[in-house]
């Protein structure tokens, strides 16, 4: 039944264009075609890449986000509670209220003091700074050494300077041992970062991030069983380009070096909305759409590709947005809402609902960007407006 359905999958009127079939493209002494079956090295790959990044970070990053001042918050500990842990990590992790005043019935406490466990426990799970520091550090090292791999494995191809020459001779195009690495590389790091997703900073865009490694993977894959590999290689290095200059802007986020970190953020948006957004839909789905006709006709493989390729532009459009709008703020405010980085994490948004929430409890609220529009300040310290000053809770002219 497997091999039906192997049969089944790899008919040559799915894969291959019109008047062509898979023993046309037989291997010879001399020359060598992308087989199926390569593709199951990249899980051998990706797990050295898996222990790699491990003594990576340890070796190398924690001691660098030392030597550099990145230092983590000091965070109190939740006491342990059988009831309350048993809750946490098989129902939620943020309770309503009811589920608290049940919670404190059957632990005969106060119902603030299980709010502040819940608190206190959700900080334990969250990353610390060093880590994402040194998960930035790692995909920083990863994305630069990538983009000059593919810059060197390509500069001498002529497909890399005239896109018509992706589809001379297609699709029986011998494949070159440097593209063979190269996609390897580039696969492996890929289901690396899907065998870490449990265990990695989880990010706002996570939904986003799992839909974008899938496709990923699925392009890179069906590109290389159909020897698409030319317009693949084309699609990596146009990625790889804008996430060099991502990666560094983070490690200067965590090391509080703003004006490095907005610097490098406006030069990462230019080259992510210029590669993504014009080089991108011309030298990718433009090719793959119309270049590729002047070949062939029209056949299912063809239209698979340009629908994950489209799927990816997809992704760009939605970040995009994003960043657009991030600079948009920039440019009129002078700085950018920390919530609207790439880089915010969910647990960040979650300790900030939890400090407004206390602050509430407390019968205390605090007026940020204040400067001489005469509101008030009532946290404690002075007013901000030389005219004005708080007197039983009304504002009152000097």
Not at 41 to 49: D, E, H, K, T, V
Request: aromatic letters at 16%; proline letters at 5%; one cysteine or more.
């Amino acid at each position: 039944m497997a091999r039906s359905l192997y049969e089944w999958l790899w008919q040559h009127e799915f894969w291959l264009p019109p008047g062509i079939t898979w023993e046309d493209m037989q291997e010879s002494e001399d020359t060598h075609y992308p087989q199926p079956r390569h593709l199951l090295l990249s899980i051998p790959f990706a797990l050295i890449l898996v222990v790699i990044r491990c003594v990576f970070e340890r070796a190398i990053a924690l001691p660098l986000s030392t030597k550099l001042g990145v230092r983590d918050k000091q965070r109190p500990k939740a006491q342990p509670n059988p009831v309350l842990e048993t809750f946490y990590s098989m129902r939620c992790k943020n309770p309503e209220e009811g589920e608290l005043l049940s919670l404190a019935k059957q632990c005969d406490l106060p119902v603030r003091k299980v709010e502040k466990w819940f608190w206190h426990r959700r900080n334990m799970d969250r990353p610390s700074l060093s880590k994402k520091f040194s998960e930035a550090c790692w995909r920083f090292t990863f994305y630069i050494i990538s983009f000059f791999t593919g810059l060197t494995v390509l500069y001498d191809k002529p497909w890399l300077w005239d896109h018509r020459e992706c589809w001379t001779g297609y699709p029986q195009q011998p494949l070159q041992p440097s593209l063979f690495w190269y996609y390897m590389l580039e696969l492996s790091f890929y289901w690396s970062l899907v065998f870490t997703l449990p265990f990695d900073v989880k990010r706002k865009d996570f939904k986003e991030q799992i839909i974008h490694h899938a496709a990923t993977i699925f392009l890179i894959s069906f590109s290389y069983c159909a020897n698409y590999i030319r317009i693949g290689t084309l699609v990596m290095v146009i990625h790889d380009a804008s996430d060099c200059f991502l990666e560094p802007t983070k490690i200067f986020n965590y090391m509080k070096w703003k004006k490095t970190c907005d610097s490098l953020f406006m030069i990462f948006s230019a080259v992510f909305l210029i590669s993504r957004l014009v080089i991108y839909p011309y030298t990718v789905l433009y090719n793959t759409y119309y270049y590729s006709m002047e070949i062939f006709q029209p056949f299912f493989g063809y239209y698979f590709v340009n629908v994950l390729l489209i799927i990816l532009q997809l992704l760009h459009v939605f970040w995009s947005c994003l960043i657009i709008h991030m600079v948009y703020k920039f440019i009129l405010q002078g700085t950018m809402e920390k919530d609207m980085r790439s880089d915010t994490e969910e647990s960040d948004k979650d300790e900030e609902r939890d400090t407004i929430r206390k602050k509430k409890k407390n019968g205390t609220m605090c007026f940020s960007n204040v400067t001489s529009n005469g509101y008030i300040q009532r946290n404690g310290s002075e007013p901000l407006d030389s005219r004005a000053h708080l007197a039983n809770g009304h504002a009152k002219e000097r």
